[in-house]
């Protein structure tokens, strides 16, 4: 079936460095993307979404480019913090009428001090 | 805060017996999630309500069953837990179609 999934299952960036995590997904329907973190123990948290007449958007340190030609969705995390070491999910949907999301794989991100 | 509350968040159960997680949202959104997710692995829909319309995702298994009484609550059933049932079990909310708010899970063990 169709899948969304990342790269790279652990990421390690020295903290003030920016970070990239990448996903691609397969299903050439999506219109919504979403990235979520995941801190231990805790539910995913919604970091930043974005549809697909767009293609990037800019939140408070982070930011979200998506290319639709080749199916790639990537987050970008300015100047990161320890507290930033998660777990990040990018998720899509095709659902129109109401957000039915599938999520990717996960990327690990650990901030070295 | 408006929020999304998950009760217990941490269950044991022996093998075979019912046990039911629930969940509460103060958001009044329409519509509601479970999910489950294993270690290390994204979360997997299990079903959702679009109000009171029930949607089963086709591979969840006819053990897990899911009750929404009002708005506000929504409970997960597990009618004979096995030992791969073990898992963190997520609620979700959303307004129709703005992006989901997660509670904090209810980690389940079975033993």
């Known amino acids: 079936g169709e899948s969304v999934g990342l790269h790279l299952p652990t990421l390690s960036v020295q903290e003030g460095d920016n970070s990239i995590i990448n996903c691609a997904y397969s299903?050439?329907?999506?219109?919504?993307f979403i990235w979520y973190k995941q801190e231990s123990g805790k539910g995913p948290q919604f970091i930043i979404d974005?549809?697909?007449?767009?293609d990037k958007r800019q939140g408070q340190r982070v930011t979200v480019l998506l290319n639709k030609t080749v199916k790639h969705l990537s987050l970008q995390i300015a100047a990161t913090q320890p507290g930033d070491s998660a777990v990040y999910f990018c998720?899509?949907?095709?659902?129109?009428?109401?957000?039915?999301?599938?999520f990717g794989t996960g990327t690990k991100l650990q901030v070295i001090p | 805060d408006a929020m999304v509350i998950q009760n217990p968040r941490y269950q044991v159960t022996q093998f075979g017996k019912p046990v039911t997680l629930s969940c509460s949202q103060t958001?009044?959104?329409?519509?509601m999630y479970w999910y489950q997710q294993k270690s290390s692995q994204a979360p997997k829909l299990l079903f959702h309500?679009?109000?009171?319309?029930?949607?089963n995702e086709a591979d969840t298994p006819d053990n897990f069953q899911s009750r929404r009484p009002n708005t506000s609550f929504c409970f997960l059933d597990i009618r004979s837990p096995g030992l791969g049932d073990a898992a963190m079990y997520l609620c979700?909310?959303?307004?129709?179609?703005?992006?989901?708010?997660f509670g904090p899970g209810t980690r389940l063990t079975v033993t």
């Open positions: 958001l009044n959104h329409n519509v």
């Open positions: 979700a909310t959303s307004r129709a179609g703005r992006e989901q708010y």
């Open positions: 998720a899509e949907s095709s659902s129109g009428g109401y957000q039915k999301v599938t």
């Open positions: 974005i549809r697909s007449n767009m």
């Open positions: 299903n050439s329907a999506s219109d919504y």
């Open positions: 309500y679009y109000d009171k319309d029930f949607n």
